[in-house]
């Protein structure tokens, strides 16, 4: 036998095991040879299709808002960058973008702004979120769009008031669960503590909760990453959201030196997949941050072991200036080009589109159901 069959043959008696540690899923992310991530990626698809299906589930992005009250040292649009050109949707556009979601069967909707608390930004979010229940509603779609809510931190009371409102699902990514490295990447007054603190909220108030990292910082490691996976299950997380970091120019990161594209992507990827094995039954999307790195990364992603895409469907004229990293792709397509672009990538990597449903993950269905019993 030779070395590559072998060292192939023990990633995927690695990849099979159940209830993976740190050490083992450190070892899975170091995979190199094309056999050892076959391996990785294979065993990944199987235990995807075997708990959640061949289905892919869509939700229309809309973003809302580039104004943002904080200064990440990743983000293109923090506070400090003059070169942005700030917007914010009227209550109409964002309904309006919810109807096209609903007309072209994505089932379900992401509501995305810059980290913004005044009262009138989220007077601005709830009441669309309440007109988009009640106007979306349909014989295919008897409850309205499924909402997810991915507009940072806030108080109790605001969580409170947004699920009231009619969002079920949040996503706050925490971006790394080592503290020190989230304390590079955040200037003093954000704390991790407190970022895990909301996560905890969200859950309480009965949210579906989300979150995520990035793959590939400066000074980030391959036990880093372990890590963030033992804290996604750690806090009964239902969705995930990654991709691999990518330097915007106008920002205090935007110098770092960018690691070979190959290598990060190939990193992200093997994210995607070591979560998959080690929380099977979660929703992990493949996000445009992929794309941006490879023509064909979401459809890698979905490889890999996603089953979440989030089609644009914020307008053109102010796609441009929400750009948290460079070379986002889908600036320039239409909703329409969007859904017809995304069904071709999707049947390309061999899996069907939930249209019509929420796509909730089967995780958060079964805890919604041990809480019914
Ligand atoms: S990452 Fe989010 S909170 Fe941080 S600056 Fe960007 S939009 Fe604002």
């Known amino acids: 036998m030779n070395k590559s069959s072998f060292s192939s043959l023990g990633f995927a008696d690695l990849a099979a095991g159940e209830n993976l540690g740190r050490a083992e899923l450190a070892r899975i992310l170091g995979a190199t040879e094309p056999a050892e991530i076959e391996a990785v990626r294979a065993a990944a698809e199987r235990v995807l299709l075997e708990n959640c299906g061949d289905g892919v589930y ?3 992005l809309v973003e809302a808002s580039n104004a943002c009250a904080c200064d990440c040292f990743y983000c293109g649009i923090r506070k400090s960058n003059r070169n942005v050109h700030r917007y914010t949707l009227e209550a109409d ?3 309006a973008c919810a ?3 609903a007309e072209m069967g994505y089932g379900s909707m992401v509501i995305q702004s810059g980290e913004r608390s005044d009262k009138k930004f989220i007077d601005l979010v709830a009441g669309a979120v309440e007109r988009i229940k009640a106007e979306t509603r349909s014989e295919e779609e008897p409850e309205g769009l499924g909402i997810t809510l991915c507009i940072g931190q806030q108080t109790y009371e605001t969580y409170k008031h947004l699920y009231e409102a009619g969002a079920h699902r949040y996503l706050l990514r925490i971006e790394t669960t080592n503290p020190e490295l989230f304390a590079k990447l955040h200037p003093e007054d954000q704390i991790f503590e407190s970022r895990v603190e909301c996560l905890v909220m969200l859950h309480d108030i009965g949210f579906q909760v989300g979150t995520g990292v990035m793959i590939g910082l400066p000074g980030q490691t391959l036990d880093d990453l372990a890590g963030d996976i033992l804290f996604f299950r750690q806090h009964d997380i239902d969705m995930i959201g990654m991709g691999p970091f990518i330097p915007h120019p106008d920002t205090p990161l935007g110098g770092e030196p ?4 190959k290598d990060r992507v190939r990193l992200a990827l093997l994210m995607i997949a070591a979560t998959r094995l080690a929380l099977r039954d979660v929703n ?3 996000t445009t941050a992929l794309q941006a790195l490879d023509p064909i990364g979401r459809e890698k992603g979905l490889k890999f072991g996603a089953n979440v895409i989030m089609p644009q469907v914020t307008p053109q004229d ?4 929400y750009q948290l990293y460079p070379g986002k792709p889908c ?7 969007c859904q017809s672009c995304l069904g071709m990538r ?6 069907k589109i939930g249209y019509h449903q929420w796509g909730d993950s089967l995780h958060a269905r079964k805890r919604r159901e041990r809480t019914k019993a």
């Open 258 to 261: 960018f690691p070979d594209v």
């Open 99 to 101: 109807r096209q979601c």
């Open 284 to 286: 992990i999307a493949s």
């Open 93 to 95: 556009e964002i309904v």
């Open 318 to 321: 102010v796609r441009r200036d």
């Open 331 to 337: 600036l320039e397509e239409n909703a329409g080009e």
């Open 58 to 60: 869509l939700r229309g």
């Open 346 to 351: 999707i049947e390309f990597a061999g899996r």
